[in-house]
């Protein structure tokens, strides 16, 4: 496959074009940013780990039931995708309560919830990704109703392959951001990436954060956290 153009930057990844037009390539950056952008930093390496991590949660989701837009990963930072549509959602599982849940609701962090909480939040930077409903969500036409329905589906479903697997490494999956694209023939497919940038993990035992958590809240050791991450699921994977 020939990366070709550069067709799209964001905050984390860079997007190239491939000679064949459904194929995509998706390069990991060091960039960290938070809060919108108003927080910016970089981290060496950061993005192969990212790459790494997403690469292994993407495989083991695939393996559990859940079309994803992965290929393969090329390289050390690249990633060979399926071109999607992207539906300009950001769907969030919650198990825990913190950040902004905590926040707007007065929910105590670290409350345990009752149930996995799945939210949506409208992917629009100059609106600040505000969040939004159901009906948002169809009054919009950012989905259909089957395809709302889908999208929590698939997101409890996730839910419910990673947080036993981090479990098993001594993890708490507190919650997660994914987002979701249709293919050329319409399939909705997991897409984007599924890394420490995008989820909170807290230690089972110590309740470390080892997250971006620690880039946000200036907590140091970003990168130490993202390799014992990294670790612990190869470890598991292997
Ligand atoms: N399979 C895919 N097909 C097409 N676009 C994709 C695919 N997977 C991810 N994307 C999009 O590629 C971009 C990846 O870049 P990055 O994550 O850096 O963006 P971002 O800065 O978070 O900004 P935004 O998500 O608001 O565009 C995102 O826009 C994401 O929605
Ligand atoms: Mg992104």
């Known amino acids: 496959m020939i990366k070709k153009e550069q067709i799209y930057e964001g905050k984390g990844k860079k997007l190239f074009a491939t000679d064949d037009e459904w194929t995509l390539i998706a390069e990991f950056k060091d960039d960290l940013t938070a809060f919108n952008a108003q927080k910016k930093a970089q981290e060496k390496g950061k993005g192969a780990l990212n790459a790494a991590i997403s690469a292994k949660l993407f495989a083991l989701i695939k ?3 859940v ?4 290929i393969k990963r090329l390289d050390e930072t690249n990633h060979l995708i399926k071109k999607t549509r992207i539906i300009p959602i950001e769907v969030v599982a919650r ?4 950040g902004s849940l905590s926040k707007r609701l007065g929910i105590k ?19 600040g990704d505000p969040i939004i ?3 948002h969500v169809v009054l919009m036409k950012l989905a259909s109703e089957d395809e709302l329905k889908t999208l929590k589906t698939l997101a409890r479903k996730i839910n419910d392959i990673l947080r036993p697997f981090f479990r098993s490494v001594n ?3 507190v919650d997660f951001k994914v987002e979701f694209g249709r293919d050329q023939n319409g399939q909705i497919l997991l897409a984007d990436e599924i890394s420490p940038d995008s989820c909170r993990f807290w230690d089972l035992t110590s309740g470390e954060k080892l997250d971006k958590d620690r880039f946000r809240q200036d907590l140091g050791g970003v990168k130490l956290a993202y390799e014992e991450v990294l670790k612990r699921i190869e470890g598991a994977l292997k």
């Open 63 to 65: 393996q559990n039931g």
């Open 67 to 70: 079309e994803t837009h992965l």
């Open 95 to 98: 198990n825990i309560a913190t």
């Open 109 to 127: 962090e670290g409350t345990e919830l009752d149930f996995t909480l799945v939210e949506f939040y409208y992917k629009n930077d100059d609106l």
């Open 133 to 135: 409903n159901d009906e």
């Open 171 to 173: 993890l708490n999956l």
